[in-house]
């Protein structure tokens, strides 16, 4: 588009210019410390999804060597994460493959990659490079947007289900990467009991992070031409997005905006792992558990309250007792102290959440802990001097972890986190009281 005395006029489409013609973005990263960088070794996407522009024009790419030179420069400066934009990272197995081998061997152990990928296009070569990874070194972002097999013919997406999460659950299984998910909701032909199954079904694949989005119907795109013929409404102003369609409601709509908020808050903040992963074990679906918790804060006008540290966990747990009663609302309890302690080594709970157990078991181990002989047999790791914000115990009226029956008593490392956070955990059995 070029702007003329008659306002901006359409000069033709532009001749793709070559990845590797086009200059380095990034020169000087002073004014960039602790952001999050974007660097893109593809332009363009081979596929044709109906809801987006990228693929207009085709794909191109740089030349995998250029884009290792361009890497180098954030792994000398140490960059906190690079996230590529590349709408397919692995369209092209071979490029692909090439810069993961290089970010592989050229780790500074600091530097984490974040791609989207498609993962039914996963090779087995590229999977075995993933499983060579330290933990946190890659990212990646997985398009599912629907599992209702007439929404993908319908916005031109091929790709094999079966295959795709036979791929993700290879990847969770590498422990080592982040994995996010991703549905949008406002598809042709998905309904509100359609997107209820597609997002049970991403849910059931583990995602450390499960991203509802809503359809954008942009201007050039050929579901904006898609739109008019299904009766489609959307916004006519950025961000376009979508108002209402034959399948879905506008009220449904704003339902789906509460389970996402819900979903962020409670899921893929990762704050609640323990206690989520025991209440789905008992629902009928976390699509409806987070729909009836949704309809329940709405009704009591929390849903959109900002909450403050502990609301969330006050709020859940009040929407457990009045569904499940006091004794199981009392296990749940036990549970969220131990989510609050694998985040952090906090002062103090707030008066719902149990005492601790402990009592003269404290005094006990706390008289034992600082006996260095003592630590030497019993924790080697922790044979030096340990701060004592660096470590806490706690004891639980049955196993934290198992849920098995009998007093369970967890040491929590504060010094060694997994990928989301979460302190090094260590149950303690009788040996470690003789």
Same mark, same amino acid.
């Given at each position: ?29 002073? /004014?960039?410390?602790?952001?999050? !960088? ?98 946190? !070194? ?47 909701? &406002?598809?042709?032909?998905? &309904? ?20 509802? &989005? ?6 050039? @795109? ?21 108002l209402q369609t034959p399948w879905l409601t506008f009220e449904e709509l704003i339902r789906l905006k509460g389970i996402d908020a819900l979903t962020d808050r409670y899921y893929n903040s990762g704050r609640f792992r323990t206690s989520l992963s025991w209440i789905l074990s008992r629902e009928i679906s976390p699509f409806q558990f987070f729909e009836s918790f949704s309809s329940y804060l709405n009704d ?31 296990? !749940? /309890? ?49 044979? &030096? ?21 009998? @007093?369970?008593?967890? !040491? ?23």
């Open positions: 588009w070029l702007w003329g005395p008659a306002g901006p006029q359409y000069s033709g489409d532009a001749t793709p210019v070559s990845m590797d013609e086009l200059p380095f973005a990034y020169d000087d990263l002073d /004014a960039l410390e602790n952001r999050i !960088l974007y660097f893109e070794s593809s332009r363009g996407c081979p596929f044709s999804c109906s809801y987006c522009l990228s693929s207009k024009g085709g794909a191109r790419w740089m030349d995998p060597a250029r884009a290792c030179q361009y890497l180098a420069f954030f792994l000398k400066k140490r960059v906190r994460q690079v996230k590529f934009v590349d709408r397919t990272f692995n369209a092209k197995a071979a490029h692909c493959n090439t810069i993961l081998d290089y970010l592989l061997k050229n780790d500074n152990g600091i530097t984490n990659f974040h791609f989207e990928i498609s993962a039914d296009l996963l090779t087995d070569e590229t999977i075995a490079l993933i499983r060579q990874a330290r933990p946190g !070194l890659f990212q990646f972002e997985i398009g599912v947007q629907s599992t209702n097999p007439k929404t993908l013919r319908a916005i031109h997406r091929n790709s094999s289900l079966e295959r795709l999460f036979k791929r993700t659950a290879q990847l969770k299984e590498c422990g080592n990467c982040h994995l996010h998910l991703d549905l949008i909701a &406002g598809l042709p032909f998905e &309904g509100y009991d359609s997107f209820a199954h597609s997002y049970d079904s991403v849910f059931y694949a583990e995602p450390d992070m499960l991203q509802m &989005g809503f359809l954008k119907v942009l201007g050039g @795109s050929a579901m904006e031409q898609d739109s008019r013929a299904y009766g489609i409404l959307h916004q006519d102003q950025p961000p376009y997005e979508v009591k006008g929390l849903l959109d309250q900002k909450p403050g540290k502990f609301d969330d966990y006050r709020w859940l747990l009040q929407f457990y007792e009045t569904y499940c009663g006091k004794e199981r609302k009392d296990i !749940l /309890a036990w549970r969220m102290r131990h989510d609050i302690f694998c985040r952090e080594n906090a002062k103090g709970v707030p008066d719902f959440i149990p005492r601790s157990l402990l009592g003269p078991t404290r005094l006990e181990m706390e008289r034992r802990w600082k006996d260095a002989s003592w630590r030497m047999r019993v924790f080697p790791e922790f044979s &030096g001097r340990m701060p004592p914000q660096e470590v806490r115990l706690e004891k639980y009226p049955f196993h934290i972890i198992t849920g098995e029956e009998g @007093s369970c008593t967890v !040491l929590y490392d504060y010094r060694q986190r997994d990928l989301y956070g979460n302190a090094r955990i260590v149950v303690l059995n009788d040996d470690h009281f003789a």
